[in-house]
Nanobody, 114 residues
Framework: QVQLVESGGGLVQAGGSLRLSCAAS????????MGWYRQAPGKGRELVAI???????NYADSVKGRFTISRDSAKNTMSLQMNSLKPEDTAVYYC????????WGQGTQVTVSS
């Protein structure tokens, strides 16, 4: 089992920045990939950013150039730096780890006001 805890969400004005963090604990072996999804009210969950075991990153088109995913394997943490936030970035953000099984955090709310 892997436990994930997100932190860093909150309320910010458009154009501002937030940094989300995800701390992992438990049986963390052979993590194939990790990343962030988000779910806005009335919408499905969408991929925001992903980083693979070898460090390859990929981003949703809507966040490219504004968001940066990073990880600290020694500390079992992952972060999402979000800059130039827009109201359409408002959502609950979930971190996930994929080890062959998928593990999810409880989610953290990000609200961007116009």
């Amino acid at each position: 089992q892997v436990q994930l805890v997100e932190s860093g969400g909150g309320l910010v004005q458009a154009g501002g920045s937030l940094r989300l963090s995800c701390a992992a604990s438990g049986r963390i072996f052979s993590v194939n990939s990790m990343g962030w999804y988000r779910q806005a009210p009335g919408k499905g969950r969408e991929l925001v950013a992903i980083i693979t075991r070898i460090g390859t990153t990929n981003y949703a088109d809507s966040v490219k150039g504004r968001f940066t995913i990073s990880r600290d394997s020694a500390k079992n943490t992952m972060s999402l730096q979000m800059n130039s936030l827009k109201p359409e970035d408002t959502a609950v953000y979930y971190c996930y780890y994929f080890t062959g099984s998928a593990y999810w955090g409880q989610g953290t709310q990000v609200t961007v006001s116009s």
